[in-house]
T-cell receptor
Framework: KNEVEQSPQNLTAQEGEFITINCSYS?????LHWLQQHPGGGIVSLFM???GKKKHGRLIATINIQEKHSSLHITASHPRDSAVYIC????????????FGGGTRLMVKP | DAGVIQSPRHEVTEMGQEVTLRCKPI?????LFWYRQTMMRGLELLIY????????DSGMPEDRFSAKMPNASFSTLKIQPSEPRDSAVYFC????????????FGPGTRLTVT
């Protein structure tokens, strides 16, 4: 069983829709990252969380440590949000190593 | 800041050849990571360095892979001899220092071994 599970694997939305991507993990972590990978392949770090909630523009990330769950929300989605969103966790006692989820491929249609 | 720089961006080579991938981390960053991304396995950590010292290389698939960081501004990932199953995108990332800091990814090197 993967230590980091994402859902859904694929998501198609209409422009303007509210989008939620979920990430669950099975072990203790010190931090959780949300990454965005564009169709061209570049990877950008969106958020790093250890508790609570963070917001950047139309993106919101939340984490519930007790439930071992995080969500990434996109409000007023736009076609340029189309990308693969990857959840990664830093396991306790694993230094800087990240363990990755399988990614969620999002397509936002105009 | 130029960000993390990787070269080459694309590499096509024949099976058995030596391949060297290069990375220049963001100036001032103390941690450097090498990742591999394939369709089958997604992103995987190969090795990471703190202050130029390899900390964990458990992700390195086999002895054909080696990585060095001779100084704070340069690292290499070498595959010798290369095999078709090594075809993947290899990413380098750096972060400020050990601890809960964001990682900044390079553009990746797309390697094709024929």
């Amino acid at each position: 069983k993967n230590e980091v599970e994402q859902s859904p694997q694929n998501l198609t939305a209409q422009e303007g829709e509210f989008i939620t991507i979920n990430c669950s993990y099975s072990v203790g972590i010190s931090a959780l990252h949300w990454l965005q990978q564009h169709p061209g392949g570049g990877i950008v770090s969106l958020f790093m969380l250890s508790s609570g909630k963070k917001k950047h523009g139309r993106l919101i990330a939340t984490i519930n440590i007790q439930e071992k769950h995080s969500s990434l929300h996109i409000t007023a989605s736009h076609p340029r949000d189309s990308a693969v969103y990857i959840c990664a966790v830093r396991l306790n006692n694993a230094g800087n190593m990240l363990t990755f989820g399988g990614g969620t491929r999002l397509m936002v249609k105009p | 800041d130029a960000g993390v720089i990787q070269s080459p961006r694309h590499e096509v080579t024949e099976m058995g050849q030596e391949v060297t991938l290069r990375c220049k981390p963001i100036s001032g960053h103390n941690s450097l990571f090498w990742y591999r991304q394939t369709m089958m396995r997604g992103l995987e950590l190969l090795i990471y360095f703190n202050n130029n010292v390899p900390i964990d290389d458990s992700g390195m698939p086999e002895d054909r892979f080696s990585a060095k960081m001779p100084n704070a501004s340069f690292s290499t990932l070498k595959i010798q001899p290369s095999e078709p199953r090594d075809s993947a995108v290899y990413f380098c990332a750096s972060s400020l220092r050990r601890g809960a800091y964001e990682q900044y990814f390079g553009p990746g090197t797309r390697l094709t071994v024929t």
